[in-house]
């Protein structure tokens, strides 16, 4: 850094978010505190005026300005009501992608700036490196709690302006680090994420939004073995919330390989479900942080969070599709979920399974 720059600090009131704050600190930064406000339906208990407590005892231990960014809207809009909308067009949506894409690093990003900062930071476990020198997104130190399959909506534009503080530390570190600056969070339980989920399910959540209707699960040979809560609310290879009929398989555990949603049907196997290998996946909404991708481009990919990743190659490839086929079998995947795209520890971008 040349010359001192101001940072705002998205503060959650968790133990990441404040050692960014505190190391930011103590490199120099001018540091602002920042807690990100966001929509939570009415009849659900949220713990937002706590968690802004907390955030703010942060900052005054810190001595650090502090601010709130009101980003209900873009939350409801891009982030709640993408949720409930994907779910009753029967895909798969991450949340999570959507919140950090509009109101992480749109909203709060477009806030910070306003206001005068040079750059923001979250506590996200992700790292920002030089490649071929370029910003670029790379997984966190901590492969346990890398949070870079979250941040592959990010541009280049962004990562110029975004810092992650903690993404080159374990957590554990993390914590003695909070502690030993006397912070209130450092045993402080970690977020349990999309607030307006808060401590219930997704099928209860949904149905609030839509009507689920009880149905049947099948075997694979078309009997009916059990019941599920509405097929709406399963993903293929999900093996729990739905009940399987006493038999003498019952202890065996029973996998989702597939749905049929106008007959509101289930289907389940013992055999976990796979993608084969040489399996084509498109993908739309596409994201690409790297620019020299192109087709023939090996690449490792995630479908899932904490997925180990598995190798593919790029067939086709345009300014917001992309089209793969797998080098190797894997766990399925479905559309709406998020595909990443690596090349060892950097994240390359993503898009969304059609």
């Given amino acids: 850094m040349t010359q001192r720059e101001t940072v705002f600090v998205g503060l959650s009131g968790g ?3 404040s050692v960014a704050a505190l190391r930011l600190q103590q490199t120099g930064y001018d540091v602002v505190g920042v807690f990100i406000k966001v929509w ?9 005026e706590l968690e802004r407590l907390d955030a703010m005892r942060v900052a005054a231990r810190l001595k650090i300005p502090f601010l709130t960014c009101d980003a209900e809207s873009a939350y409801k809009d891009d982030v709640a009501e993408y949720f409930i909308s994907e779910y009753k067009a029967g895909r798969t949506p991450n949340p999570d992608v959507m919140c950090n894409k509009y109101v992480k690093f749109g909203r709060f990003l477009e806030f910070a700036m306003a206001h ?11 790292q920002v490196l030089t490649h071929s020198d370029q910003p670029a997104l790379y997984r966190g130190l901590d492969t346990n709690k890398d949070q870079s399959y979250f941040l592959w909506t990010l541009t280049p534009a962004q990562l110029e302006r975004v810092l992650f503080p903690v993404g080159n530390t374990p957590k554990s570190d993390i914590r003695n680090e909070a502690e030993r600056a006397g912070l209130l969070t450092a045993e402080k339980p970690d977020s349990q994420g999309i ?3 808060g401590h219930i399910d997704i099928p209860e959540f949904l149905a609030h939004y839509t009507h689920l209707v009880p149905g049947d699960v099948l075997d694979d040979t078309g009997a009916i073995i059990g019941s599920h809560i509405g097929a709406l609310v399963y993903t293929t290879g999900q093996r729990h919330g739905f009940t399987i009929t006493p038999t003498a398989t019952e202890t065996l555990p029973h996998y989702v390989v597939d749905r049929d ?3 509101n049907t289930i289907t389940v196997s013992t055999s976990r479900p796979h993608a084969p290998k040489n399996e084509s996946i ?3 909404s596409v994201n690409l942080i790297a620019p020299d991708l192109k087709e023939g481009t090996d690449v490792s990919i995630q479908t899932r969070y ?13 300014s917001d599709t992309v089209t793969l086929s797998r080098r190797e079998a894997s766990e399925p995947a479905s559309p709406g979920q998020s595909c990443v795209l690596y090349e060892g520890d950097r994240c390359l971008g993503g898009g969304i399974i059609r």
């Fill in 15 to 17: 133990v990441d978010s």
């Fill in 40 to 48: 939570h339906p009415d009849w659900l208990q949220c713990n937002w």
């Fill in 116 to 126: 005068g900062a040079d750059r923001i930071a979250t506590g996200h476990y992700a």
């Fill in 195 to 197: 607030c307006f989920l």
């Fill in 261 to 263: 949603l106008h007959a």
């Fill in 282 to 284: 498109t993908l739309g």
């Fill in 306 to 318: 904490r997925q180990p990743p598995t190798a593919a190659v790029i067939n086709a490839i345009d």
